[in-house]
């Protein structure tokens, strides 16, 4: 069985601060997907960033990044120059690689808020 | 091109109803996954249709029930509705199923009183 841990249910940051966010996994699988999916009030799940296991290469999307440990199961996401907009529960997810479902393992999420 | 469509998008029934949730997917997209979201729970897997075909199911009982139709479109069934199926149910489309590609809707809000 695959599990996700978020340990921070909440968390706040100054505009244009940088904010980290944590995330473990657990997991026997070798190829697998891990991603940070970011919920704003309008409740749709965006994603923000995705990682493939098998890339030792930290996946970066303009001012977020990741710091994906394998050997540790842990994948933390950075948010650099934060902004008001960010404001947002972050979910971490992990997924099987497969092309037969698309079964997402979720966190149970950390609400981050960005204060001005 | 339009994003993953879900109706209505809030909902109030009373216990021991049941309702029926709608997602359509993105156009081309052939497979449709189902997640409940709730404040105790977090997001749970209910289960994927692929081709009008289940492909995986979560651990949900057997009130839970998902069908897809011919042009990829996704209805959830809940029977005998309880109070803990309030919950906002997500689902998610994907072209081939890999979680690489998936979208989410913006979900149905559904308040059992």
């Known amino acids: 069985a695959q599990t996700v841990t978020q340990s921070q249910p909440e968390m706040s940051v100054q505009e244009a601060e940088t904010v980290t966010l944590s995330c473990t996994y657990d997991?026997?699988?070798?190829?697998?997907?891990l991603f940070w999916y970011k919920q704003p009030p309008s409740r749709q799940m965006i994603l923000v960033i995705r990682q493939e296991a098998y890339k030792q290469q930290n996946a970066t999307e303009n001012r977020f990044s990741v710091n994906f440990q394998k050997a540790a199961k842990s994948f933390s996401l950075k948010i650099s120059d934060s902004q008001l907009g960010d404001t947002a529960m972050y979910f971490c997810?992990?997924?099987?690689?497969?092309?037969?479902?698309?079964?997402?393992?979720f966190g149970t999420g950390t609400s981050l808020t960005v204060i001005p | 091109k339009a994003g993953v469509t879900q109706t209505p998008r809030y909902l109030i029934k009373t216990r021991g109803q049941q309702v029926t949730l709608s997602c359509s997917p993105i156009?081309?997209?052939?497979?449709v996954s189902w997640y409940q979201q709730t404040p105790g729970q977090g997001l749970q897997f209910l289960f994927e249709?692929?081709?009008?075909?289940?492909?995986n199911k979560g651990n949900f009982p057997g009130r839970f029930s998902g069908r897809q139709f011919s042009n990829s479109r996704s209805e959830m069934n809940v029977s005998t509705l309880e109070l803990g199926d309030s919950a906002l149910y997500l689902c998610?489309?994907?072209?081939?199923?890999?979680?690489?590609?998936?979208?989410f809707g913006q979900g149905t809000r559904l308040t059992v009183v």
């Open positions: 998610a489309s994907s072209f081939r199923g890999g979680a690489t590609e998936a979208f």
């Open positions: 997810a992990f997924a099987k690689k497969t092309n037969t479902g698309n079964q997402f393992y």
């Open positions: 249709y692929f081709s009008e075909t289940q492909r």
């Open positions: 997991t026997s699988e070798n190829n697998y997907y």
């Open positions: 156009s081309g997209h052939r497979s």
